[in-house]
């Protein structure tokens, strides 16, 4: 996933960037083709996205190049986005006590160590104020275009019909004039009733070209975390990482010095992140 992250964030890549996104699609195309075909092998299997598409392939005679690249699209677009963003999560929780022991407590109030359902998400808004603000910080997908329909001028500039419209979400999040405190971490933002973040607030774009996986990441993205932390704790040193959070704008956001975490079973620990004991 990195190297093909890394080789279309290139606008015009050299023939080294070229000779490793070709094999890195290769794996990825393979990899994706045997779950297809083991699928195919065992005749059934569980009411998920692949069988979604695998139905849609035999409705429509799809042809198994146009399932591969769907299963493909949606490996890449769908989990590696959601991937980055909970790093970016797990991240902001490693610095801010107050914000995680808030979650900590709501997770254990709500769910009392046991699995996390899609029911219960409607009570934990905690969680998903924890996930909203960090898609506000750090949208994986960073930058947008849209094709202008009309002639229009924005700012003092003229955008030509048909001319390509950048926008970075990464930016509009951080505007002072839309938001108090923009480089602050602050869930409770998005836990004020009645407050409008509509056009403000764009991490899957907006209007009739949204992300259409919003809905999934919404849902994927919480369920994750209350699942981690009720069965782990962790444990990662205050090191540039964690100080600096510098981002690393590829096709997607990502940290550029990582994530690395140590996950310890949380019958042993009280909560997760709690600092190691000393030896």
């Known amino acids: 996933m990195d190297v093909l992250n890394e080789s279309l964030s290139h606008a015009h890549p050299d023939e080294k960037v070229r000779q490793r996104f070709q094999p890195a699609?290769?794996?990825v195309r393979r990899?994706?083709?045997?779950i297809v075909a083991s699928r195919r092998l065992i005749g059934c299997g569980p009411d998920d996205a692949l069988a979604s598409l695998l139905s849609a392939q035999q409705e429509h005679g799809d042809s198994d190049r146009h399932l591969v690249d769907q299963s493909v699209t949606l490996l890449l677009a769908g989990h590696e986005t959601t991937a980055?963003?909970?790093s970016w999560c797990v991240l902001l929780l490693q610095r801010r006590h107050d914000v995680r022991a808030r979650l900590l407590a709501e997770l254990e109030g709500v769910l009392g160590g046991r699995r996390v359902t899609r029911a219960d998400l409607d009570q934990l808004p905690y969680l998903r104020a924890v996930v909203s603000e960090t898609l506000r910080l750090y949208p994986p997908t960073w930058l947008l275009t849209r094709t202008a329909v009309l002639n229009d001028k924005v700012a003092g500039f003229h955008i030509p019909a048909g001319g390509l419209v950048a926008i970075s979400p990464y930016l509009l999040h951080r505007r002072s004039d839309l938001w108090e405190h923009p480089e602050s971490f602050d869930p409770e933002r998005?836990?004020?009733a009645g407050t409008s973040h509509t056009y403000r607030y764009v991490p899957f774009g907006h209007g009739p070209r949204h992300c259409l996986g919003k809905y999934f990441a919404m849902l994927e993205m919480p369920v994750v975390l209350a699942t981690l932390f009720s069965d782990v704790a962790l444990d990662g040193p205050i090191d540039r990482?964690?100080?600096?959070?510098e981002p690393e704008a590829l096709v997607t956001l990502r940290p550029r010095h990582g994530a690395l975490m140590t996950p310890t079973p949380r019958s042993t620990r009280r909560t997760a992140f709690d600092p190691v004991p000393p030896s």
């Not at 990482?241 to 959070?245: E, I, M």
């Open 31 to 34: 990899t994706v083709w045997q």
């Open 241 to 245: 990482a964690v100080d600096t959070l």
């Open 25 to 27: 699609l290769g794996l």
């Open 190 to 192: 998005f836990l004020s």
């Open 84 to 86: 980055k963003a909970l």
